[in-house]
């Protein structure tokens, strides 16, 4: 199944996609994509529902509604740094022996297609395409990686938007540096595993203002989703609905020589097979009060 939320923000409702241009609305028996949802059985219980609704016809057209993240927001976003080969070599960082785990403020997320909003202070702001993880049970102390499989609920497309200066340049953790408004778009919908091929072999790309900046394949993971799930349920409780970021292919902003940032007004497009693309439009600081 494809699950997606659309609608205004703060209101959205949860469907299931069919294709490109229908669904089936399901929020007659589902509250929201949630850690209830997810974490009592949920998915199960809604395939049935679905397959019912098709056969009989009852599906809807998309009709240009706002599309929200495919979850509501999690108890947390726990992101894996330097997990391509190839990115951490245009960062001039060593491939890591444990993968690197940082967080994201959970009110980072927002749909696909919503606007990012550069920080105050911002001088650094910069674009990562990534395949996100979606916990699908409360989950501890994994026997093995192959148990892993057993708590994914599903995979979504993410941009893992950062702003270098706060994160690199500035001392301390790097969750300052990706915890801003805006800097965790997600969607357009969670894929659940079943619908993938092979998660290790998804195509993904990010063009800025048109032009291509990323390109590379989930098969250059230092870890792979199920490595990482594993090892992550080892240290610390993952809940249900949870999102887990799991790194960036090289092209990111701060690679190039000289490096090239998000400006107000430019255009981030990504995407991933099977998991649809984004668009956001990058905007402009807020100012302080009275300016």
């Known amino acids: ?4 939320r659309i609608g205004d923000a703060g209101s959205e409702k949860p469907v299931v996609r069919i294709d490109d241009e229908s669904y089936v609305d399901v929020s007659d028996v589902v509250a929201d ?24 016809g009852e599906t809807a057209r998309f009709a240009g509604e706002r599309i929200g993240a ?15 080969r190839d990115h951490a070599a245009e ?15 959970p009110n980072t997320l927002v749909g696909p297609n919503d606007d990012v909003q550069i920080p105050r202070g911002s001088t650094k702001p910069d674009w990562e395409v990534e395949l996100g993880i979606v916990i699908g049970r409360r989950t501890s102390y ?3 990686v192959e148990e892993a499989r057993g708590a994914i609920a599903g995979f979504t497309l993410v941009n893992d938007v950062s702003e270098r200066a706060f994160q690199l340049d500035r001392g301390g953790q790097w969750s300052k540096g990706k915890s801003c408004a805006t800097f965790n778009p997600a969607g357009p919908w969670l894929a659940t595993p079943d619908e993938l091929d092979d998660v290790m072999s998804l195509g993904m790309w990010l063009d800025v203002n048109g032009v291509r900046r990323q390109t590379g394949s989930t098969s250059t ?41 998000l400006q107000p007004e430019d255009v981030m497009e990504l995407g991933i097979d099977g998991l649809g693309s984004q668009r956001q439009r990058v905007l ?4 302080p009060a009275g300016r």
């Open 221 to 261: 993971m230092v870890f792979d989703p199920y490595v990482i799930v594993h090892y992550l349920s080892q240290f610390l409780v993952l809940e249900p609905g949870d999102l887990i970021n799991t790194g960036t292919p090289p092209g990111v902003g701060m690679g190039f020589e000289p490096p090239i940032w």
């Open 91 to 105: 960062t001039g960082q060593a491939v890591p022996d444990e993968p690197i785990l940082f967080t994201k403020s």
């Open 142 to 144: 994994l026997d093995s």
């Open 70 to 84: 495919p979850m509501s927001r999690p108890h947390q976003i726990l992101c894996i740094g330097l997990n391509y």
């Open 1 to 4: 199944m494809y699950l997606m």
């Open 33 to 56: 994509f949630d850690e209830r949802f997810f974490g009592g059985g949920g998915l199960e219980r809604l395939e049935p529902i679905v397959a019912d609704r098709v056969e009989r």
């Open 284 to 287: 402009a600081p807020v100012p």
